[in-house]
């Protein structure tokens, strides 16, 4: 049994299960070209040189850290992002080593919108919006794949929870 099922309890049942939308990876994509791009034409500058070792030592160690940091690190986080709606309940989670989670009864759920600018809507992705009636107001979640279907699944089961 893999994520979410182990999450979810006896007879919940899974109703959307999405990772964010893929044009979160757009600029570790772009940073992993530019890294190898600028580390070649560096590693050719310094080919000739009599300490070229010592500079390509170095060459690749920055690109090294710099790919890890900015590049596998968002791809890391974005596999282990979660957005999970179950007949009970909305949950989120994320993170590899530290695990951070949210869950909102769906029973809480007040209110469901989502809102798309002009990319957004060309990528058909979008911001939800849930309010559980809370103080704080409602809790927002980026880059949801399909956003339009989501929000109908999620004030569907909403309305049924009540």
């Known amino acids: ?61 920055v690109g090294l850290l710099l790919v890890l940091w900015f590049a596998v690190a968002p791809l890391t986080r974005w596999l282990t992002t979660h957005f999970v709606v179950s007949d009970r309940r909305v949950l989120v989670r994320e993170g590899v080593l530290r695990r951070v989670g949210m869950e909102i009864p769906l029973a809480r759920v007040d209110g469901v919108g989502y809102r798309q600018g002009v990319l957004d809507r060309t990528l058909g992705c979008g911001t939800l919006s849930v309010d559980s009636g809370s103080d704080a107001g409602p809790v927002e979640f980026g880059a949801i794949p399909r956003v339009r279907a989501v929000c109908e699944v999620l004030r569907g089961a909403a309305d049924l929870a009540v």
């Open 1 to 61: 049994m893999g994520y979410p099922d182990d999450e979810l309890a006896q007879g919940e049942r899974l109703l959307v299960h999405q990772h964010p939308h893929p044009k979160m990876l757009v600029t570790p994509a772009a940073v992993f070209v530019l890294v190898c791009g600028v580390g070649g034409y560096l590693a050719a500058l310094v080919g000739r040189a009599s300490w070229r070792g010592i500079g390509w030592s170095v060459i690749a160690g």
